[in-house]
């Protein structure tokens, strides 16, 4: 059953109708205003961008969406024409020659990685990161006092390594000076927990 649900999932169409029917249309703006407020000019990097459903928002910045899913980022530029999007690694030398950039921020990403692999991520971004800029990423979370509802969802992903806060800034500490979470409970039309991770190069920090 897991796997026919990560390959229907894998399909663009049907990710993108189950998305939109647990998320709120509001709900990338409010993520926008809320977490990823950037002055204009700014250079953008979205890791895992999927269907581009964050690229409106950086249209006065300098906005590159990310994704190895090549369907995605086929329909990420049907939607968002104007807008640049590849599929590449944030390690991938046209990425890393395009930075540093002020803002690196992912959507639900790090719970479908090993340890060892958010570890090589974070690594990454923060090579391409400007000492002043920030990553930033949303993800499903664990936590004390959670509701059965909120965790037997996010047990159901189909990203098999959600954490809970500890779980993730700890993989983060090595390569970022500051690492911060915010808990959001608010974000889907459904209980789901969000948690909102902030970092900070090691140069802002000197």
């Known amino acids: 059953m897991t796997n026919i649900r990560q390959r229907l999932l894998h399909q663009p169409a ?50 590159t969406g990310i994704d190895h899913n090549k369907s995605y980022i086929e329909m990420a530029r049907s ?7 590849l599929v590449a690694d944030v390690a991938d030398p046209v990425i890393c020659d395009s930075g540093p950039y002020d803002l690196v921020f992912l959507s639900g990403v790090l ?21 002043d800029g920030r990553f ?11 509701r059965l509802s909120s965790r037997l969802l996010i047990a159901a992903d189909r990203g098999q390594s959600v954490r809970d806060e500890r779980g993730y800034t700890s993989l983060l500490d090595d390569a970022f000076g500051t690492v911060n979470a915010t808990y959001r409970f608010d974000l889907l039309r459904v209980p789901y927990s969000h948690l909102i991770i902030e970092a900070r190069s090691r140069a802002d920090q000197e």
């Open 111 to 131: 719970h479908h990685l090993r340890d060892d692999q958010v570890r090589a991520l974070a690594t990454n971004v923060a090579a391409v990161l400007h000492p």
């Open 79 to 85: 939607l968002n024409p104007g807008a640049d999007f």
């Open 14 to 63: 049907v990710y993108r109708t189950f998305k939109y029917l647990i998320a709120p249309p509001t709900v990338v703006g409010t993520v926008v205003s809320d977490h990823l407020n950037v002055p204009s000019g700014a250079r953008v990097l979205d890791v895992g961008c999927g269907f581009g459903d964050y690229a409106g928002f950086f249209a006065d910045q300098k906005y």
């Open 136 to 146: 930033v990423a949303a993800e499903p979370v664990f936590h004390e006092g959670q």
